[in-house]
């Protein structure tokens, strides 16, 4: 039976489980806010728990601009085993011992995979070749690569390193770690890569997002909790808490009502500005392009 809501405006922030999809989550929104005007900024992996921003009705407009936000992750790789999937839910490929490994040799691996990098990413991403999710074409067994793309890993911190044996008997190396990147960034990838570089190959055994852009786990709800009691981020609190905030008067705030574009704030950001009347209503966001304030999506006067 299809539960009845109100399909309020806003942001929710879930704490995903482990086991399942972020498209999962997202019907279960669906349900619980009444309304299918439901989508997530940014998709987690059926192992990854943490952090899922999903927008209700007209908040889903935010979310592509919220997919650019910065990120931050808590992650277990284990060094000494490469996987098809680059996480323990894939078969494991090649194995390698990996006693040998020196802290030293796990710094600067680290060091080299941190700042602005080209990475490959994973082969079970959801990145579409030629209209094809590229790991559907893992599935049906295609040999292909992915080109290289760039992207930005701010911080890659270590904070335990414990030697363990594999189901196969192989010596092992588990990492805990933290990754504040980019959107974009493949967590896997990076495990992936500093077992390659190592020579001993690496794997994801576990993956926790922590962070998008200001929304952080300490205020994401469980899904149990959510069906107790739907909370639901205000859309006009979404924006202020997520881009640079401009408040314009009331004669501004009619002429942007009525289509007009307005002179740049200049308060010299790269991306999206969110506006607000007098009254704080939340009007649009806007960027600014040669003077002007571009409107890139306007929220007065819509149902």
Not at 74 to 100: F, N, Y
Not at 128 to 135: N, V
């Amino acid at each position: 039976m299809k539960r009845k809501g109100t399909g309020p405006d806003g942001l929710v922030i879930v704490d995903k489980p482990e086991g399942i999809t972020s498209h999962g989550v997202v019907a279960k929104l669906r349900w619980l806010a009444g309304t299918r005007k439901v989508g997530h900024a940014g998709t987690l992996d059926p192992m990854a728990t943490g952090v899922l921003v999903i927008g209700v009705e007209r908040a889903t407009r935010l979310l592509g601009h919220l997919m650019l936000t910065a990120k931050t992750y808590e992650a277990t790789i284990r060094l000494g085993q490469t996987t098809i999937t680059d996480d323990r839910e894939g078969e494991v490929t090649a194995s390698a011992a990996a006693d040998g490994v020196t802290r030293e040799a796990i710094d600067a691996g680290i060091a080299a995979l941190t700042g602005e990098i080209m990475q490959v990413p994973s082969k079970v991403s959801a990145i579409k070749i030629d209209g094809k999710r590229s790991y559907a074409r893992v599935r049906e067994g295609e040999d292909f690569e992915l080109a290289a793309r760039p992207t930005t890993v701010h911080a890659f911190t270590v904070h335990a390193q414990r030697a363990a044996v594999a189901e196969d008997g192989t010596p092992v190396i588990d990492l805990d770690v933290t990754v504040e990147c980019s959107s974009g960034t493949y967590i896997r990838a990076l495990a992936r890569d500093l077992g390659e570089a190592l020579g001993v190959g690496g794997h994801l055994t576990a993956l926790r997002r922590t962070r998008v852009g200001p929304y952080t786990v300490e205020s994401a709800r469980t899904l149990e909790q959510l069906e107790e009691k739907l909370e639901v981020l205000p859309i006009a609190d979404a924006a202020a808490a997520a881009f640079p905030r401009w408040d314009i008067d009331a004669e501004s705030a009619r002429l942007l009502s009525n289509g007009m574009r307005l002179k740049a704030p200049g308060l010299g950001v790269d991306g999206p500005i969110a506006v607000f009347d007098p009254d704080g209503r939340f009007l649009a966001l806007v960027e600014e392009k040669g003077g002007t304030a571009k409107p890139v999506a306007v929220f007065v006067g819509q149902p």
